[in-house]
């Protein structure tokens, strides 16, 4: 949803201006244009709440403040002028997890050991998690906690792979060479976390992956690109 808008408000261009609401005083109209330069807009109206205004770009209607500054989509608010998902950062502040309760011992630890932390939920069969993966595999600056989350019902030998990474003798080589080289994988036998990790996992609200999150307690679900999530990670 949010990438959507986004793409709409980077890549639509201006189009010629429909006749506006005469009730709009021109120059509200003015500065809404002036601020989404880049949203094809045919027309501002009032809408029927007071300081909320309808703009009309193709099929499409959108809602902003008088300013501009603020427009409203899909239930979204966003600042038009960062490009920001300002409902999407509310949420994500909502619903911060306390770092605390997470087992780092459960977890498979690897890159910057100064670095700034994050921990993923990660399955070894899915495929947003091997874009994840390929991400991390070059990062630098950041120290991931890997938790291992089986999603048996999507993957069947998710788990089978997952208990096979646990007990090897070095398990983030073993993470890597399943998911990024794609070799096979054999052993297992030892005792593995993989069925606390997934009463956390539920306890914390956290059932698709790969969920990440941040130091500050700060969740997110889905791969991103190296800068995006080190710019992510340094949000406070």
Not at 53 to 72: A, K, M, P
Not at 90 to 101: A, F, T, Y
Not at 135 to 159: E, N, R, S
Not at 162 to 167: G, L, Q
């Amino acid at each position: 949803m949010m990438r959507l808008l986004l793409v709409v408000l980077m890549f639509l261009p201006m189009s010629l201006y429909a006749a506006d609401d005469p009730n709009v005083a021109p120059k509200i109209a003015e500065q809404i244009r002036a601020q989404i330069k880049d949203l094809k807009i045919d027309a501002v109206r009032r809408s029927p709440i007071s300081g909320l205004y309808e703009v009309q770009s193709g099929n499409n209607i959108f809602y902003v403040d008088r300013t501009g500054r603020h427009l409203i989509a899909n239930g979204h608010v966003f600042d038009t002028s960062t490009k920001q998902d300002l409902t999407a950062l509310r949420i994500e502040q909502m619903n911060k997890i306390d770092w605390g309760v997470l087992p780092l011992d459960k977890a498979i630890v690897s890159g910057d050991p100064k670095g700034a932390e994050m921990a993923v939920f990660t399955d070894p069969d899915c495929p947003y998690c091997l874009k994840l993966e390929e991400t991390l595999k070059d990062i630098k600056g950041v120290k991931v906690y890997t938790f291992l989350m089986p999603l048996k019902q999507l993957h069947p030998d998710a788990t089978r792979k997952s208990e096979a990474i646990w007990c090897s003798k070095d398990q983030h080589t073993a993470l890597t060479q399943v998911m990024l080289d794609r070799k096979p994988i054999t052993g297992g036998g030892c005792e593995t976390p993989l069925a606390d990790i997934a009463v956390l996992a539920a306890s914390l609200n956290i059932h698709g992956t790969p969920t990440i999150i941040s130091r500050d307690g700060r969740k997110r679900s889905g791969a991103m690109p190296a800068a995006q999530l080190k710019a992510w990670l340094a949000q406070k």
